[in-house]
């Protein structure tokens, strides 16, 4: 095992459990909880390095979605004729569960979400993985389910071989992680299809049809499960749709609808998931009543356009987990008030020019919250003439409050990673938080 997070702890756990002989390795310095478990079950284990030589005796290596391919451990290992995989894949080994698979360059952790809470409303056992939830292999190891709801990032399908997913649903593509992919999206494609790999004619594909990058790619692709596109512009041929403001799922020949004035998750990006939601929950013959509660009744994820207060006129949003810039246009989108803008971070290879037009319609000032912000006052000092720099959640949140007024908005969306100034996303939407209820 390499990583000792949630998956690597579980998977050494399942490993261990299934009769294996185990060894778990990890460069950083492993969490006292995980620690405990894996001291629990009798693993051995080693942080603040990596054992080349015990690492090349393996028969298998189960890697942590963190590290990269590219790194030399891993060319090391797979030199030596290794097979790495996920703990996906690994603890796929160990269930007949039946498995709905969710990707998507944005909005995969809100629909896994939502999906998750159709099945669990509806009685069904089962368990919520991949990028949310529990470890998938820790859950098998102790609890096995009757459904899985996995979020899987690209990183996650990289290391799938012989996985299937029952229904797959692909929300979208836009460029995003290309470092990690040779800085050819046709890498990053490549892997977000990964998600139909080993699938059959009894198997379903629900995708977006909406998504220029998906319709294409399927053109070039003979993919043998049932196709369910969906769609909030066109009608025809979708097992999904909107249609006179009310949302249609049209799947086995039975239609569902519902006000899209109902749905929990406003926005249109937000019609998207819902859309895909429904319809996976449709195909595992989920009553409509069930499904259409669901989605009028759902609460969004922390740090996901969370709305955090109001501060004298003035609404705060935290949406510390859009990381690119896909996931900011979702969010400056819906704003329907004047917005203040914190943005900034670690930039992936932004391109910050997709978001002008909306930035020069919606956004009254900037707060750059990073350490490098030339790129961002470059691109936007002929829009905005209000643009400030922050250091920390607490000054960027002063700073916001004084260029905002009753009536307005203010946007932590950063478009960027969070580790020039905070631990990951989660620790800057917490600060952000404490810095508004602090006003």
């Known amino acids: 095992m390499l990583g000792a997070g949630e998956s690597g702890c579980g998977a050494a756990v399942l490993a261990s459990r299934k009769g294996n002989e185990v060894f778990l390795s990890d460069n950083g310095v492993i969490a006292e909880k995980y620690k405990s478990a894996l001291t629990t079950e009798g693993i051995n284990f080693e942080e603040g390095t990596h054992s080349m030589s015990r690492i090349l005796e393996a028969d298998e290596v189960i890697k942590s979605p963190g590290i990269p391919d590219k790194s030399e451990l891993i060319k090391k290992i797979k030199e030596k004729g290794i097979p790495v995989i996920s703990e996906i894949e690994f603890a796929s080994r160990f269930t007949n569960a039946f498995k709905v698979c969710i990707t998507g360059t944005n909005g995969k952790t809100t629909t896994t979400l939502l999906t998750y809470h159709i099945l669990e409303k509806a009685g069904l056992n089962v368990g919520l993985a991949g990028n949310v939830g529990k470890s998938f292999a820790m859950q098998v190891?102790?609890?096995?389910?009757?459904?899985?709801?996995?979020?899987?990032?690209?990183?996650?399908?990289?290391?799938?071989?012989?996985?299937?997913?029952?229904?797959?649903?692909?929300?979208?593509?836009?460029?995003?992680?290309?470092?990690?992919?040779?800085?050819?999206?046709?890498?990053?494609?490549?892997?977000k299809f990964r998600i139909t790999n080993n699938q059959t004619s009894e198997d379903a594909f629900i995708y977006c049809a909406d998504d220029t990058i998906i319709s294409e790619e399927l053109k070039k692709r003979d993919l043998k499960s049932q196709k369910y596109p969906f769609s909030i512009t066109a009608t025809e041929q979708m097992a999904g749709y909107i249609d006179n403001n009310e949302l249609i799922i049209n799947t086995q020949n039975q239609n569902m609808h519902m006000s899209i004035f109902e749905l929990a998750l406003q926005g249109k990006h937000n019609l998207y998931n819902s859309l895909a939601a429904g319809i996976a929950s449709r195909l595992i013959d989920i009553r409509k009543e069930v499904v259409r509660e669901s989605l009028s009744d759902f609460k969004n994820i922390e740090h996901r356009l969370e709305y955090v207060m109001t501060v004298h006129g003035i609404d705060f949003i935290n949406d510390s987990k859009a990381t690119n810039v896909n996931s900011t246009w979702y969010a400056l989108e819906c704003m329907e008030k004047p917005v203040v803008w914190i943005v900034g971070g670690v930039d992936k290879g932004n391109d910050y020019e997709m978001l002008k037009d909306l930035v020069r319609q919606k956004v009254k000032g900037i707060v750059c919250l990073g350490i490098e912000n030339d790129k961002i006052i470059e691109t936007y000092k002929d829009v905005v003439s209000d643009i400030r720099q922050a250091r920390t959640a607490t000054d960027a949140v002063k700073a916001a409050y004084e260029i905002g007024g009753k009536g307005d908005v203010v946007l932590l969306s950063p478009a960027c990673a969070s580790f020039d100034l905070f631990k990951n996303y989660e620790d800057r939407g917490w600060q952000f938080k404490s810095a508004v209820k602090a006003l």
Do not use: M
């Open 141 to 191: 190891a102790e609890n096995d389910k009757d459904y899985y709801v996995l979020e899987l990032s690209s990183f996650q399908l990289d290391g799938l071989i012989e996985f299937k997913a029952d229904i797959a649903v692909l929300l979208n593509i836009t460029p995003d992680h290309l470092d990690r992919y040779e800085y050819d999206i046709t890498n990053y494609i490549n892997s």
